[in-house]
């Protein structure tokens, strides 16, 4: 209780060193335990990636940080989820509100079929923000930050459903980081993109964590030690083993982990 | 043994198909036939700009806009009612309604449509119209306010059903990336999910306008047969479908010009409904390519 006042105290620019946090969570969907018990903690301003073969609960873990599994039929969940300390699964969240802080990209570009700029002025125009010149002004800079506004500034009102796939995907983002989140989740962001596409991704996310704490599954290892400070490796619903990248790629604890990163299995 | 029971399923597939296309060639011919001759003897511009339809009486006039002005304003009333109810219920199911619920309310709400329209005119006339008199003085026993209501309950299903078919084939990645944007169901609803079914939810539309258009027993029933050239919703009128039924029923001699007006309003009807038709294909066409 104590710390907790203490903390209120300190100026909210200091970052907190755990910007996420984890602890005892299971996971149901109805019978089935796909989340068996894990106690984790993510730091604020790094990449951390997760791994592990598929259908181990990758996805599952990292929607439960922005309450994205509510709406899965039998979903159920127990352990709280923490963010900068406060538990986003209490009654009184205002989920809404929470999904501005913690934006989120998908594995397939998932544009509004509306008009690139629609597109990006999108998540404050639900915040009843209606000022013309302010949104031009948040859009440019939204789709600058991810190096889109060059190739589509003549045209802001054509349909977002016309651009490529990567250049979907960096829309994707602009639209997520023009709502200021402090945190992106990102879940397998470049598994749909050609190789060109994924690389200007990855440049993306190593520029964006000075601003922002980012996680991001990826079912490609090499991406994972590219771009991730730390990384996490699940197996079955477990976390099996959470280290500096450097570190769990060169020199894993565990064996399964092992296993895993030199291909024998998954 | 087994390539000419598929030849044999293939032929009388293909006759059906062909029956189907004559039958609707032969409507048309005859319609178009007797259409024909009845403007040989009424010239065309007088169909249109004539503000009367008294082809029973002495005096005869044959203008159609006061029955196409009745049909208009009966399925103008209908439509009104049952589009911003019919998009709730399918945005309600679609969205917010638990999916069990889902299930058995679809069935149950397009019963509506099952319903014999006999008795929706009888409703109208003999609940409607009195409930609505007792707040509104000056309506008429017959009106095309009660006719419009009961018509607009009738096509409910037809907004509902085929909007939530659409509103459901949203991929569910656009509900995700709404409500991770912060988007409230609200919202994700308006915003979003109906812009994106847009061209199913105006199929739907469509379909419904030509439903009301071409119903006739509760026009026939609570709208009156009166043809009036009217926008006011509380006195009896006479639509384009309830005048066929009065000629079809009473005692006119076959191949007088009388017994023509009611091919050349039925044309008339045609030309509507054809017209609502292709627009509605047109659409669905379009829309097939843009989630393809
Ligand atoms: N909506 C759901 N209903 C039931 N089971 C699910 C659902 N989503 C995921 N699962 C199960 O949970 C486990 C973890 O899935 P997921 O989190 O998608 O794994 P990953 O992202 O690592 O591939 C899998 O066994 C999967 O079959
Ligand atoms: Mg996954």
Redesign the pocket.
Known sequence: MTQQVNENIVDKSIKRVHKLEARGVKVFYDNFEAIKGIDMQIKANKVTAFIGP?GCG??TFLRLFDRMNDYVDGFRMEGEILIDGENIYKKKVNVEQLRKQVGMVF?KPNPFPKSIYENVAYGLKIQGIKDKKFLKEKVEESLKQVALWDEVKDDLNKSAMALSGGQQQRLCIARTLAVEPSIILM??PTSALDPLSTAKIEELIYELKQKYTIVI?THNMQQAGRISDYTAFFYLGELIEYDKSKKLFTNPEKQQTENYITGRFG | MRKIKEVFIEKSLLTSALITILVTLGIILVLSVEAVNFFKEVPIIDFLTDTQWTPLFTDKHFGIMPLLSGTLLTSFIAIAFAVPVGLSISIYISEYAPRSFRKSIKPALELLAAVPTVVYGFFALTVVTPFLQSFIPGLSGFNSLSAGLVMGIMIIPFVSSLSEDALHAVPNSLREAAYGMGSTKLQNSFRVLVPAASSGIIVSIILAISRAIGETMIVAIAAGQQPRLTMDPTVPVETITAYIVQVSLGDVEHGSLEYRTIFAAGITLFIFTFLLNTFSYKIRKKFREKYE
Do not use: A, H, I, Y
Request: no cysteine; charged share 45%.
């Open positions: 598929s990758k996805s594995q879940d397998e599954v």
